[in-house]
């Protein structure tokens, strides 16, 4: 089955600052990668999402990007702020399948 | 429109009772899942459903069960609570598309076993 692995487990910004959080997945079938922030005590919420027919998407601060040939995507987040602050998780799902594996997530905390 | 309704928000549970979480669904998705979520390893799968009267099994599914007897609600049960099963539990849902499509999740049921 997939597995995906994601770093850095914690990150800490200054304001203004970027961050970037990376994952690889080792199914080379997979072609659906989304993103979720998830605040303290709260449900994961879709922030952005990425398919293996485009390298880049784009969504105001937010970016994401896919190497297929490597197996890695990374999500990045520019002019960060503290409402920026939470748990970032990565999944993939394979074409052949309808359900996702998660990465561990990343605790972003954005300072001022 | 209430996208994905979970019941309860938090329950306490004696070793070896049971209970069932139920999930509802009001945006006509075909698809649902159960996730249990613990400190550091992100959200695993537990069950999932990709019609009504389907289910199958997911990362860690022992230990539970499932029913999907309607399209708009998926439960989820547990015979023999046991501490390992504490847990916070996601329910989601997703639509079928011709690609995949994006996971809604719920607020979350807060489940301890005592």
């Known amino acids: 089955g997939e597995n995906v692995e994601q770093h850095p487990s914690t990150l800490s910004v200054q304001e203004g600052d970027s961050a970037v959080i990376k994952c690889t997945y080792s199914d080379s079938a997979s072609n659906y990668f989304p993103w979720y922030k998830q605040e303290l005590g709260k449900r994961p919420q879709l922030i952005i999402d990425i398919r293996s027919n485009v390298g880049e998407k784009k969504d105001q601060r937010i970016a994401v990007t896919l190497n297929k040939t490597a197996k890695h995507f990374s999500l990045h987040i520019t002019e960060t702020q503290p409402e920026d602050s939470a748990v970032y998780f990565c999944a993939a799902m394979p074409g052949t399948a309808s359900k996702l594996t998660f990465g561990t997530g990343t605790r972003l905390q954005v300072t001022l | 429109n209430a996208g994905v309704t979970q019941t309860p928000k938090f329950r306490v549970l004696k070793t070896g009772q049971s209970m069932t979480l139920l999930c509802a669904q009001d945006m006509n998705h075909e698809y649902m899942y159960w996730y249990r979520q613990d400190p550091g390893m992100g959200l695993r799968l537990i069950h999932y459903?990709?019609?009504?009267?389907?289910?199958a099994k997911g990362e860690v599914p022992d230990g539970y069960n499932v029913s999907r007897l309607k399209k708009q609600n998926f439960l989820l049960g547990l015979e023999s609570a046991a501490p390992s099963q504490t847990s916070v539990y996601f329910c989601?849902?997703?639509?079928?598309?011709?690609?995949?499509?994006?996971?809604?999740f719920g607020d979350g049921t807060r489940l301890s076993i005592l």
């Open positions: 989601a849902s997703s639509d079928a598309g011709s690609w995949n499509q994006p996971q809604h």
């Open positions: 459903s990709v019609g009504e009267g389907t289910t």
